[in-house]
């Protein structure tokens, strides 16, 4: 059965130091993958996606993913986070793509935290 | 922003009463979604639907109901509400391809009392 994994479930960052959040996925092929923030009490914000082309894929706010086939990864990173980047982090995956059964299967999320 | 609204966007109530949760759509897109959101767990998909009176049921869709008789409107209803369902409902519908990204609502804090 198709899966994400977001191993940590808290982690906590210094203002202005490098993040990396990590998503691993269980799927037979390559799937649309995604990254989505939500603030407390917000709903879900799209980061950025990847569907096919060039892994390394940029967002939105300064985030960027890489898409390891390999290894079955699409961990999000950045290079300086800032105090608004506090919130909870989800990763998804999309499958079968273009399906009229498509649909995402997400991580459990993973919570930032940013010390001053 | 994809033109989503949900209502109501609180809500208490009691264990054994029925509960219908709303999602509006602006943008004629044909399918839509239901998920309920808990911590630990992520998003958990209820049902959905790919079209007006189409609809399918997704991995937690027990004591869970729909229906879609507009394109725009979106139904969940918990016939005889229980506990275990005090959850964050979102929906969501899906964008154009290629990449059939998802785009959510703000949200519906339901608890069960």
């Known amino acids: 059965a198709q899966s994400v994994t977001q191993p940590d479930i808290h982690i906590t960052v210094s203002e202005g130091a490098s993040l990396e959040l990590r998503c691993n996925y269980s799927?037979?092929?390559?799937?649309?993958l995604f990254w989505y923030v939500q603030s407390p009490g917000q709903g879900l914000q799209l980061l950025l996606k990847?569907?096919?082309?060039d892994t390394l894929v940029q967002g939105i706010k300064g985030f960027e993913a890489e898409f390891k086939r390999s290894q079955s990864s699409f961990n999000l990173r950045k290079p300086s986070v800032h105090w608004s980047d506090a919130a909870e982090y989800f990763c998804?995956?999309?499958?079968?793509?273009?399906?009229?059964?498509?649909?995402?299967?997400w991580g459990a999320g993973t919570k930032l935290i940013i010390k001053p | 922003d994809a033109g989503i609204t949900q209502s109501p966007r609180h809500k208490v109530t009691e264990t054994g009463t029925p509960v219908t949760l709303r999602c509006h759509q602006t943008?004629?897109?044909?399918?839509m979604y239901w998920y309920r959101q808990d911590p630990g767990h992520g998003l958990r998909l209820i049902h959905y639907s790919y079209g007006v009176k189409d609809t399918d049921k997704g991995e937690v869709s027990d004591g869970y109901s729909v229906s879609r008789s507009k394109t725009e409107d979106f139904l969940l209803t918990l016939e005889s509400a229980t506990s275990s369902q005090t959850s964050v409902y979102f929906c969501a519908i899906r964008g154009v391809r290629p990449t059939d990204t998802q785009y959510f609502g703000p949200g519906t804090r339901l608890t069960v009392l």
């Open positions: 799927y037979g092929a390559t799937p649309y």
């Open positions: 998804a995956v999309g499958h079968p793509p273009g399906d009229s059964n498509y649909q995402l299967i």
């Open positions: 943008e004629n897109h044909r399918y």
């Open positions: 990847y569907f096919s082309g």
